[in-house]
């Protein structure tokens, strides 16, 4: 009767973890979330202008519009033309498919090569350096490629360690199996054994997984702050700098309209880049990994050894310095810093999370103040359409924290 209903248990928390991880993205599905940030940034590119312009429409130059937009439609069409990719990998042969590419290729280089040239003739060398500065700031970052993660093995958690933090993954058989009669353990044991049965091979493996997500996390941060600026840069700072000098317009609203859409687009981005899906497998790792802190020197302690898996409130020595542990379960180097940040960041698995939920709650506290003190129908216009993506953004993070939070994980 007890295994029966722990069974039933564990089948409404498997499937609340399925929906959870479900969830777990602002919009799950690729095209369909970069077609959100593409309808996005171009209603703030449309209330820019409008900003600057008012009812002067016609001064608005075509050619101008058309190469940002281009800029700003890369992501989607670089995603749509990788769905398509894939399908003609299935119908076409290779030849067919590397002249679809050069096809798609060309038809984008014509698009910004006819802008460009019309500018041209209308501006000045030293303002179409702006155009083009972001460029060499991405391949200072990400170097010439149009996939920042080409190789996703090289990032990706290895396939071993995912066995041990996957949600599909885990072992089931340890929680209702009347032979090792675990159905009467305390919950306490319970958490014990179930989180052993999680843990890698050796001390060696768990600092390799640091490693290797610390590499896949900082190239997921490059992404989102290069493409968060990248937004606000051709979105509110072009159409500032390329408006005619003889136009009057209030530099602080579209400063501060700038501002909003690099905020905005940041926790868009994070949404999609660091889901808490994607956050509880660096959670689990953290607790893997574990962390020291300084002490007071203690002659009784031990010599701190890399093979050892040390437990909570072990004393070792390192350097001459005495360190005390703080995780369940530590294996990390005493002062290594990137070891340390990584476990104080990612020791609570929806803290991440939290801290976006936060920053969205200010951002939509604060733009409903702005709009409140707003006086001219283009300010009102503004952040009505800030607000109404926003709330939309603040009810997934919301809806997404409350899921998380009624899912039991094995950490």
Known sequence: MIWGREQGACNKQL?????????????????KFEAFLFSYLVFALVLQKVNIYKSNLHLIDINLVLLTIVILCRRLAWCAFQALQFRWRINDSSKSIGTKRLVVFVCALLVLALSVIQLIQKTSLFNLLFLFYPLLLYLSLFGFTL???????????????????????????LHFNPSNNTSTFPSEVKYTLEYAMLLPASPDEVRCEVDTLLADLAVRLKQLLFNSLLSAYYVGFIPMLFADNHLYYDKWWCVEHTIFVWANSFVILSTHLLPPSYCQILHRCALHLGCWARCTHNEKAEIWSPSKVWPVDAIVQW??????????????????SSQECFYLVFNSRLQVHSWLLAMECVLVAFEIM?????????????????????????YKLLYNRLLYRKVTWLT
């Open 15 to 31: 499937r609340q973890e399925m929906k959870a991880d479900s969830a777990s993205h602002l919009i799950r599905h690729p095209i």
């Open 147 to 173: 996939e920042p993660r080409p190789n996703r093995d090289r990032y990706d958690p290895p396939k071993k360690f995912l066995y041990h933090v996957n949600l599909a993954g885990r072992p089931r058989d």
């Open 319 to 336: 350097n001459g310095e005495s360190f005390k542990a703080e995780g369940p379960h530590n294996v990390a180097i005493p002062c290594d």
């Open 370 to 394: 702005v709009l409140l003190r707003s006086f001219f129908w283009f300010q009102i216009m503004n952040m009505s359409v800030f607000l109404s993506f926003n709330y939309f953004i603040l």
